[in-house]
């Protein structure tokens, strides 16, 4: 059987593939299908080849998905990369992944002129353009039959950059060239979240990174519905659930807790029982936040971790996650291997380095030594990340190693203590970071976005440190708490921790 959005369009070419959030805008299998047929045309008449590469820098704007599937039945690399980023920072994935193309809106104009200054030599293509740029003129020049020499691409997504400059997850084009074979996500997809062609599926998050993208289409494999989010807004992610009477959706946790913290009148006035399964991962999720989530929409949570590299994937649902609250689950693709310092494996219940052994391989893109670094003795791959497993397999996690704070010799992890934080109720955000201290190394530092910043404060500070006192260790105790109006935080939940450790390096060295 193939699985891909062209099959649905002969089968059902006005059935909705996509249905954007805010304004309602609907795109049908029949539409997208003969977009990415004119795309895949515009790629070859641009030189762009099989096994090349492409940059799409978009937001989350419905020809999105047209440009994917136009690079992934032209057997084309496509990169996606956040609108967000400046223009050296966009010149930098675009030059260091090879690529040929550059396709983005010309409502981000500045941002692409100054790409086109720094890497001159980049032809681009713009949603709106003029002239040579034009992307729609040059798609509707182009026939809607499939390119003759059709073969299934793949994407190659660069880490956010959240500890350094960002690097390429590169994976071989797929072994058969078939567009419509399936994969190991949709296997997953299908299996253990019972997605399937009826899936009304709720997209919050930005499309340019790795589990937005994915899903989304591996839901059009599946011949489902994504309703898609311009951008997240708790409330208005109620009314979508209610209005399209979504059965799946995911998130991240920095979701759940602004949903969380809208009054309760809000949180009741929508009609959710239609949803059946709230998939969620990217971040470690507070205890109480999950529980929370779980008394609010039942036990239709289904956790997984995983990583853009796909060397590993684990999974936990409600029910398992009440008998052991704070996992991640049990392998699904690989096996779970904990080790030390020397790369060796563990006893169960010893905390390590999180390695998987045999699932797909990849390599950090012109980083060999990122590739080295994240890859031990007996050829197991790490994220970076620290747990440990139970008697029964069942992952853990503790924080990324590269956020561990040495304080007088002592190992912290930030994870425990915003996991504390965040559920104060006047606390909407909070990141913990080891800045320098000249008698233990490192201090611990809370940096706090207040729910209403004009409480920001000594007193605050001090109410702060109290609730915390009876639940931490005194060596884990933040010694310093600031007060932010915003973390720089991705739309996607992931937080830059990097930016305040360095800013706090820069103070400490001033």
């Known amino acids: 059987m193939l699985y891909h959005p062209s099959v649905h369009a002969r089968q059902n070419p006005d059935k909705p593939a996509l249905i954007m959030g805010s304004s309602g805008e609907v795109v049908t299998y029949g539409a997208l299908d003969a977009a990415s047929n ?297 096996v779970i291997r904990i080790c030390d310092e020397a790369g060796d494996e563990v006893p169960r219940g010893t905390e390590g380095q999180v390695f998987f052994e045999g699932a797909s391989t990849f390599s950090y893109h012109n980083d060999p030594d990122k590739t080295r670094d994240a890859t031990n003795k007996h050829g197991w791959t790490s994220l970076g990340d620290v747990g440990w497993q139970d008697d029964d397999g069942y992952l853990f996690l503790t924080d990324r190693k590269s956020f561990m704070i040495i304080s007088g010799g002592v190992n912290i992890y930030p994870q425990e203590i915003e996991n504390l934080l965040v559920t104060h109720p006047k606390v909407a955000d909070v990141a913990v970071i080891g800045a320098p201290d000249a008698d233990m190394g490192e201090r611990v530092v809370a940096v706090v976005q207040p729910a209403d910043f004009s409480t920001a404060g000594p007193a605050l500070a001090e109410e702060l440190a109290q609730w915390l006192a009876p639940q931490l260790s005194r060596v884990k105790m933040p010694r310093q708490i600031d007060f932010r109006a915003d973390l720089p935080r991705e739309p996607t939940g992931k937080l830059f921790k990097r930016l305040l450790r360095d800013e706090y390096k820069t103070d400490a060295t001033a």
């Open 38 to 334: 004119r795309f895949a045309h515009v790629l070859r008449a641009r030189g762009v080849q099989i096994g090349d590469t492409i940059a799409l820098c978009f937001d989350n704007n419905p020809v999105f998905f047209a440009l994917c599937w136009g690079a992934q039945r032209a057997g084309v690399v496509y990169v996606a990369i956040s609108s967000r980023l400046t223009a050296p920072e966009v010149a930098y994935i675009a030059k260091d992944s090879g690529a040929q193309l550059l396709v983005s809106n010309q409502a981000f104009a500045a941002l692409l002129d100054g790409v086109a200054t720094a890497e001159p030599w980049l032809p681009q293509l713009r949603l709106d353009g003029a002239g040579d740029h034009d992307l729609i003129a040059a798609m509707a020049a182009m026939p809607v039959e499939p390119v003759a020499d059709e073969r299934a691409g793949v994407d190659m997504l660069y880490s956010s950059g959240t500890t350094g400059k960002p690097k390429g997850v590169r994976v071989p084009l797929p072994e058969d060239p078939a567009i419509g074979a399936g994969n190991g996500l949709m296997d997953i997809a299908r299996g253990a979240f019972g997605f399937s062609q009826g899936s009304v599926y709720l997209s919050p998050a930005p499309l340019y990174h790795a589990a937005p993208l994915r899903w989304c289409m591996t839901v059009h494999r599946l011949g489902g519905t994504v309703v898609c989010m311009e951008k997240f807004d708790p409330e208005l992610a109620l009314q979508l659930i209610e209005r399209h009477r979504v059965t799946d959706s995911q998130w991240v946790p920095t979701h759940f807790v602004r949903m969380l913290k809208l009054d309760e009148a809000a949180r009741q006035r929508y009609d959710l029982s239609s949803l059946r399964c709230a998939v969620h991962a990217a971040a470690p999720c507070p205890v109480p936040v999950k529980r929370a989530m779980i008394e609010w929409w039942g036990p239709i949570l289904r956790e997984y971790y995983a990583g853009t590299e796909g060397n590993g994937f684990t999974y936990i649902s409600s029910e398992e996650w009440l008998q052991r609250p704070g996992s991640v689950g049990r392998a699904l693709l690989g």
